[in-house]
């Protein structure tokens, strides 16, 4: 058989296994040096300079990724949308029980400036790991590149859809002065409802 062939059945194999039990971290969102901001969304950046960022959703067993924009324009991946805005940025992660990873969690890119979910126009600054624990516990880490800091961050994890878009009705709050490289918070989150419990990791990031 192709060798490349055999390669990626294991690497799917891995993937189908660890969804159901603690797994390992095999995201795409590695620590890696990245290019200073270039936001074109002048509204995500306050008098510091500093810009808004948030963690995007991408495929990891069932978990879900959504957008807060209706307008497909916002919405260049074709991910479900919570219909909470027309145009400003900004993903959500939905994760149904029985997909727990509690050993190592799965990494997520953090993007700042990244206008209409069009990373092409951010910047990648760090990454959040997640960590699924008994279909009960949530922990957020949060861990940004050489040259940030992290002034602010503000996390959504609940069983409800979220119905806000504005950070700071997230339900947690944390400022920082300095700023810090990293910060992890655990929430207790259980899944009442049957349609998973849901998480927005968003920090403000600024450059050194």
């Known amino acids: 058989m192709n060798p490349l062939k055999i390669l990626a059945a294991m690497l799917l194999f891995v993937v189908i296994s660890a969804c159901n039990k603690d797994s390992l971290d095999i995201s795409e969102a590695e620590k890696r040096p990245t290019e200073k ?28 990724g959504y957008v807060f924009a209706s307008n497909r324009n916002a919405n260049p991946e074709q991910l ?17 029980d029985g997909h727990n990873n509690a050993t190592y969690g799965f990494n997520f890119e953090l993007w700042s400036g990244a ?3 069009d990373t092409n126009k951010g910047t ?19 861990s940004v590149f050489e040259g940030y800091s992290i002034k602010e961050i503000h996390i959504y994890a609940n069983d409800a859809v979220p119905t806000t878009i504005a950070p700071g009705q997230f339900g947690f709050t944390r400022e920082f002065d300095p700023g810090v490289e990293t910060f ?9 409802d049957g349609d998973g419990v849901w998480l927005i990791p968003h920090a403000v990031i600024c450059e050194n």
């Open 37 to 64: 901001m270039q936001s074109t969304e002048t509204s995500d950046t306050d008098d510091e300079g500093c810009e808004t960022a948030f963690a995007k959703w991408h495929q990891v067993c069932e978990w879900v």
């Open 80 to 96: 479900a949308s919570l219909g909470l805005t027309q145009n400003r940025w900004g993903w959500a992660i939905n994760i149904p």
């Open 115 to 117: 206008g209409k979910n």
């Open 124 to 142: 990648l600054v760090g990454n959040v790991n997640v960590k699924r624990i008994d279909d009960s516990g949530l922990i957020v880490t949060y």
């Open 184 to 192: 992890s918070k655990e929430f207790v989150a259980e899944d009442k």
